[in-house]
């Protein structure tokens, strides 16, 4: 059995120049995003309770809260929008396409009986209202052009519907049936947001022209406007209202956030600006908001949270973060107290975590360049992007320092680093097998097979290398001089992965034809075979701390965790670990075992022996 035991969550995909969308259901202090397929939802005040529903076909873009919190509605990029139960086992209710392209805005009538949904129409619709257990339709929604980016409910009766756009305008309905009633023509360019008071007596606009308009909530008529003084100096992505009506909150992209007092005529007067703390650059753009009771939540363009309290906005935001990208590798610092794992993606973010607290920061290097390959120790990184170089960049705490660059003279498929002495590093590119003494080639071996994956052992004496054509190939490492030793053959397709056990007696290697293979070190014999139960090539193997378990991770979505002494059949898997495919796998402890995958979501599971 594997119990999940933490999730450390990726972040919310952003888009320069758009806003995005949080929802909250304020009876429990949660928030919903969106990220590539899935939907992700967290508790505000313990960030490592959260999980994904990740059943829909293309990419998420809006989720939502029923009213009454047991019902979620998410949509996609094709339109379709999905209603499912948020306890249990999550079954769908129902499933509609309303618009024939992408779905913006999505919103849930006060009732908790009828959605209205915005977006892209493809020259249809661009804005529809049903009833979610039927599908009927309740309206027409005529005078958009162009894709429509938000949408609303009046949260009071009379129910109002206001919609705005890519075409400079906001639209007033009136229903149900719902029916175009006026289009309002007050902004100069893209109307990103609009949102009704939780009281339904007015409703906000804001704008890429730096605008925040306020209108009356039953006519529609403008009755005030948020003071030019002191106001946003780039575009406005989203708005937020405080539960009692009488505050909101806006982000833009001059990286601040405000919060505006709206007096009794409807004017806003700028209450506050609140400091994010960021990183520096474009990613500090805020694009998203949420007021949920106490909590003030922006999101910036990096995919950063700050959580801010309403009640005391001299405190300091508490600030969690996740990848965007797929994860390509997990390093574990097993010397650390508490234990401290550094996440990698393929976009160049490295991110540390702590167990049992989650996000600690992110590392910034000085060349933030694309990451394929990377190996750290405490006291040191190495990576190599889509090129021919190694960095080798000092870690000092949260700092790194000045990166050193190597040419080995091909782009490198694998990074190894001999943990006893890791200043001895064993590089393979496609056709070479490359080592270095810190900084320097010390030597650089050709070969006349295709490489694909190596592992050098602890004290860098020994080195295993696997092909294209599934053999593995020992090698002794004697000072600068590299010498094939034997050739393994079992694996039926191209290597991926090989690694040493923690105690040097054994070493795991894993195929693209799903299966993997445990060898005995010292007489190169199989010690535990059978290991053939994925469905899809397996991306990674690691070890657990005493040697007695090997993980290996698939591209079918699952990791698998065998017992050396048991059977291969006497297996514990983890179904469905991570949409898309797991990448990396490491042990923190003898039963603990930390996925990361596709979803860019780190997951730590508790492997309990049967």
């Known amino acids: 059995m594997a119990e999940l035991v933490e999730t450390y969550a990726c972040s ?9 969308l949080l ?11 969106c990220t590539g397929r899935s939907v992700i939802i967290r508790r505000l005040d313990a960030p490592l309770d959260a999980w994904a529903y990740q059943d829909h076909a293309y990419p998420t873009t809006v989720a939502r809260f029923s009213p009454n ?22 079954a769908l209710k129902a499933e509609f396409r309303p618009l024939s392209g992408r779905v913006d805005d999505l919103r849930w009538s006060p009732d908790g009986l009828r959605i209205v949904v915005s977006g892209d129409g493809k020259g249809k619709s661009f804005v529809r209202a049903f009833v979610w257990d039927s599908g009927s339709t309740v309206g027409e929604f005529d005078g958009h052009s162009k894709r429509v980016l938000s949408c609303d409910f009046k949260p009071t009766r009379p129910f109002r519907i206001v919609t705005c756009g890519e075409d400079f305008l906001a639209n007033f309905y009136e229903g149900p049936p719902f029916k175009f009633k006026h289009s309002i023509r007050d902004h100069s360019n893209f109307v990103n947001c609009i949102r009704y008071s939780p009281d339904g007596s007015k409703f906000i606009t804001v704008s890429s022209d730096k605008k925040g308009l306020i209108y009356d909530g039953k006519t529609g008529e403008k009755i005030g406007e948020l003071s030019a003084e002191g106001g946003h100096t780039g575009s406005i992505y989203a708005v937020s209202w405080s539960l009692d009506s009488k505050q909101v909150l806006t982000v833009s992209a001059d990286k601040t956030a405000k919060i505006w007092d709206i007096m009794e005529d409807a004017s806003g007067k700028l209450n506050r600006t609140l400091a994010c703390p960021g990183i520096g650059g474009v990613d500090d753009m805020l694009v998203g908001c949420l007021w949920q009771n106490d909590h003030l939540v922006t999101v910036s363009l990096g ?8 009640s005391n906005l001299d405190k300091e935001p508490v600030t969690f973060a996740g990848h965007l990208k797929t994860i390509s590798s997990l390093v574990l610092f097993s010397q650390s107290s508490p234990r401290t794992i550094l996440s990698t993606s393929y976009d160049g973010v490295i991110m540390r975590w702590i167990q049992g607290v989650g996000y600690g920061g992110r590392l910034m290097r000085k060349n933030n360049t694309q990451i394929k390959c990377f190996a750290a120790v405490e006291e040191e990184l190495v990576t190599s992007g889509y090129d021919n ?34 200043e001895f590093a064993l ?8 080592l270095l003494q810190n900084s320097k080639v010390i030597s650089t071996t050709k070969v006349n097979y295709t490489i694909t994956s190596s592992s050098v052992s602890p004290d860098g004496t020994e080195a295993v290398v696997g092909a294209q054509d599934g053999k593995l190939r020992i090698y002794s490492i004697n000072g600068d001089t590299v010498t094939e030793e034997a050739v393994l053959e079992k694996h039926r397709g191209a290597i991926t992965s090989i690694h040493y056990s923690p105690d040097v007696s054994m070493f795991a290697s894993a195929d693209v034809n799903r299966e993997a293979v445990v060898w005995d070190r010292a007489s190169r014999e199989i010690k535990l075979k059978n290991m053939l139960y994925h469905t899809a090539r397996i991306n990674t193997v690691a070890w657990s701390p005493d040697s007695r378990l090997v993980a290996t991770g ?31 796998l490491t042990f923190v402890d003898n039963d603990t075992l930390v996925t990361a995958g596709e979803d860019a979501c780190i997951r730590v599971w508790k492997v309990a022996q049967q």
């Not at 929802?23 to 995003?33: E, L, M, Q, S």
């Not at 379709?80 to 999550?90: E, I, L, T």
């Not at 960095?391 to 705490?397: A, V, W």
């Open 69 to 90: 919190g047991e019902w979620v509605a998410s949509a996609d990029a094709s339109g379709c929008v999905r209603v499912w139960g948020r306890y249990g086992d999550r």
């Open 427 to 434: 590089i393979t590119t496609d056709s070479g097998i490359v």
């Open 23 to 33: 929802a909250g259901d304020p009876k429990t202090d949660t928030i919903a995003y």
């Open 389 to 422: 170089k190694v960095f080798r960049i000092p870690l000092n705490g949260d700092q790194c320092g000045d990166a050193e660059s190597v040419d080995v003279g091909g782009q490198p498929n694998a990074l190894n680093l001999a943990i006893q002495k890791p």
């Open 554 to 584: 698939s591209l079918d979505t699952c990791a698998i965790v065998y017992e050396i002494d048991k059977p291969a059949a006497s297996r514990i898997t983890i179904k469905g670990a991570h949409l898309g495919g797991v990448h990396g």
């Open 12 to 20: 919310p995909a952003t888009e320069r120049g758009r806003g995005i």
């Open 303 to 310: 995919g950063t949270f700050n959580v801010f309290s309403a």
